[in-house]
């Protein structure tokens, strides 16, 4: 994936043709343009200088990337703009409608007024030049865009005017203030549309502001403050109380509480002691800590969140193609009715100043912007705000479909449960207690799996030594084996260990009982006896059974998938309460399990992001929970930093919000559209005289683009 800046796009229309050039190119799979961002997502094997080449072709300026500062550049240049207009704007209103309207003084002939007003009018035209330079140019290559209707509405209204002042001497009727009254209204929505998309990246802001500056590396034996851009991977830094973390990194030495929040949303502090994991910019508040960095650069953890918040931003909701579509073709639809309504008002017998006034009003009052910022500034707030609750959607898409979620697949460990199960009973059979300890241990520290783990650390905590393990195999799902001084050892599940040697009907009724009790019976062989048994549980998380609860109440199914035992799993659901669950079933199984579910609704599998790979992209939504620093895991569309399934309900609440307010835009946006274009057209005059001045239609497009993206705004 290849991502660009882009410049020069104004409106929906300009980002829609953009969009349409680039997917032209060979070698383009996909390409998504988001006019909120100004940015330009390319999917394919085409070298970017032919985007780069392609984009400037269409009109606009295009360059590889860079990481966003967020400053705010146009708010000031458009304040700068609108206050200039507006004092050349008053002195021309004095003169083309304080004279005459309220008779004040003015000691000038109707031609010298006519020539003052053209000459104000020119200045301010002048100010807002951009919109007579992008439109045109727009125009010329083919993708006409808001600002060739705006310079359209105000050109023709100038041209018109110097026509009439030098055919009757300054007796017509001249719209000079019109011409520059429209851009100037114009501007003035443009102002306030950029003051409120700026609020719109408040999240985002602040997760960068959040990067410490400075860090305290430990040389030497003695401490020396650097930027934190200095810092390499190995390096030894220090970290006090009532300071930030800079980089990731391992704690050496100290013990204290740090406050994650600003990563996770959670504002109970975490205790640190050694050999734990700190990220950069979570505050450090109580303690000393002395710790190796580990992550620097772009590849700490908040760095990978500031990315996936940024890349997501610039993505497209499937919700948006409607809108698209539209803005595609909404800018020479405009030109066309504007070309049609003159034309039926000078054929109706009317004069020309009339069927003008229809005409701009038609192209100033239409406004693609509406439609084009109408999803994006939803999704960038609901990504900013997902982001500070330690919710990390990775693309739009992935927002939209959250909402629309019917069923919710949970896997056991380390998602229900904390993922950190614990040796509860030793049963040896004809061996003693240490004995099946040593043999079980040294098997299972060949593996990384939480049980042989927690087996692992069983044996050290009883100090017993580890014997060496050759011709070791895993076998996912079922179990482990290997050679022990030249005797084959298996471990795993009873009909693993059972496939290798006969197990008594006493030993499989007291796995039944432990697995009813909601423990995990680990079973231990060679190839020619049974070794024993070692009964394992892992405690449920806090939480659970409450987000359980909550997701119910939002009308959501929950069906827990483990490759545990029959019995384990159902004195977990119980416990928790999930409406179905399905045992002792292999990861490579639980992709076959979703496709199951998908014929109820859209399915959110909920997985650690490894084993669960194949489910998690399988599920219309994969949730990687309690992802800690590994926050790009690539199999998950949402990652959720929290090992609490309580951000599954968050997840789910923001994205119903978001794609109401979304509905709303769209609605509201189209509305616009279709209900005012008539009344600029004249089409109501017969109903009452009801018609809209251009200005009027000028003032009425500078407020739908601020509405929009104001009602975007709620979700903060």
């Given at each position: ?92 209103l ?30 301010v ?61 114009i ?78 949303g ?65 800018v ?57 609750k ?39 059979a ?10 079980a ?7 990384e ?29 079922n ?51 049974f ?14 059974a ?43 199984e639980?992709?076959?399990?979703i ?22 992209t ?99």
């Amino acid at each position: 994936m290849q991502k660009f800046s882009v410049s020069g796009m104004s409106c929906a229309a300009c980002s829609a043709r953009v969009e349409k050039t680039v997917k032209q190119i060979p070698g383009v799979s996909s390409c998504a343009v988001s006019l909120l961002t100004n940015s330009l997502r390319v999917e394919g094997n085409a070298s970017a200088n032919a985007i780069i080449s392609a984009v400037e072709k269409a009109g606009y300026g295009a360059r590889l990337w860079e990481t966003p500062t967020l400053q705010d550049t146009e708010t000031p240049v458009l304040k700068k703009r609108l206050i200039f207009s507006l004092f050349f704007l008053i002195v021309l209103l004095y003169g083309s409608m304080a004279h005459p309207i309220f008779g004040f003084p003015l000691p000038l002939s109707p031609f010298v007024a006519g020539i003052l007003q053209m000459l104000l009018a020119f200045i301010v035209m002048f100010i807002n030049r951009k919109f007579f330079i992008s439109g045109f140019t727009s125009l010329l290559h083919g993708g006409p865009n808001m600002d060739t209707l705006v310079a359209m509405g105000s050109g023709v209204s100038f041209l018109y005017s110097v026509l009439v002042l030098f055919n009757s001497a300054g007796a017509g009727n001249l719209y000079f203030e019109t011409a520059a009254m429209i851009v100037t209204l114009i501007t003035v929505g443009k102002l306030l549309e950029s003051i409120s998309k700026g609020r719109t990246t408040t999240a985002l802001k602040s997760l960068l502001d959040l990067a410490p500056k400075k860090a305290t590396l430990w040389k030497d034996e003695k401490e020396i403050s650097v930027r934190v851009e200095e810092v390499k991977v190995g390096d030894i830094f220090v970290v006090k109380p009532g300071e930030k973390i800079p980089v990731d990194g391992i704690v050496l030495e100290g013990n204290s509480a740090v406050n994650e929040a600003a990563l996770t949303g959670e504002s109970i502090p975490v205790d640190k002691m050694k050999n734990a994991s700190v990220s950069a910019a979570t505050l450090n508040q109580s303690g000393f800590l002395k710790c190796r960095a580990t992550r620097v650069g772009e590849n700490t953890t908040l760095s990978q969140i500031i990315q996936l918040v940024s890349d997501a931003s610039a993505t497209k909701a499937p919700i948006a193609k409607i809108a698209d579509k539209v803005s595609g073709v909404f800018v020479p639809a405009v030109i066309l009715i504007a070309m049609v309504t003159a034309a039926v008002w000078i054929i109706l017998g009317k004069e020309i100043s009339i069927a003008l006034s229809h005409a701009i009003a038609v192209l100033v009052m239409s406004c693609p912007c509406a439609l084009g910022l109408a999803t994006p500034v939803a999704m960038m707030v609901s990504n900013g705000k997902a982001a500070k609750k330690g919710i990390l959607f990775k693309t739009s898409a992935s927002i939209e479909e959250m909402g629309r979620i019917k069923i919710v697949a949970l896997d056991k460990t380390g998602t229900i449960t904390e993922g950190r199960p614990a040796v509860t009973e030793i049963f040896p059979a004809e061996i003693s207690t240490a004995e099946f300890l040593q043999l079980a241990a040294s098997l299972e520290s060949k593996s990384e799996h939480p049980l042989s783990q927690a087996i692992l650390a069983k044996a050290k905590e009883e100090n017993i030594s580890l014997l060496s393990v050759t011709e070791f195999e895993a076998f996912p799902g079922n179990g482990l084996a290997g050679k022990i001084a030249g005797q084959k050892i298996f471990a795993g599940k009873e009909k693993f260990v059972e496939s290798k040697i006969a197990i008594s009907k006493e030993w499989t009724q007291r796995a039944q009982a432990l697995a009813c009790e909601g423990k995990s019976p680990t079973f231990f062989a060679t190839g020619e006896k049974f070794l024993g048994m070692i009964a394992l549980a892992d405690s449920l998380k806090s939480d659970s059974a409450e987000a359980i609860a909550e997701l119910k109440k939002l009308g959501v199914q929950t069906v827990m998938l483990t490759g545990d035992h029959t019995k384990t799993a159902e004195a977990i659901a119980k416990k928790v309460n999930v409406d179905q669950f399905v045992a002792e079933i292999l990861p490579s199984e639980k992709d076959a399990e979703i496709r199951r579910l998908q014929n109820w609704g859209s399915v959110a599998m909920v997985g650690d992001g490894i084993n669960d790979s194949p489910a998690l992209t399988r599920a219309n939504v994969g949730i990687a929970i309690g992802a800690g620093a590994d926050v790009a895991i690539d199999a998950a569309d949402v990652v959720l930093v929290q090992g609490s399934l309580k951000g599954i309900v968050e997840a789910i609440c923001l994205s119903r919000r978001t794609l109401r307010i979304i509905h709303q835009n769209l609605f509201w946006a189209f509305f616009y559209n279709v209900a005012l274009m008539p009344l600029a057209a004249g089409a109501y005059y017969a109903f009452g005289g009801w018609s809209m001045h251009p200005i009027l239609g000028a003032a009425a497009m500078s407020l739908s683009s601020f509405c929009v993206v104001m009602n975007a705004l709620r979700l903060r």
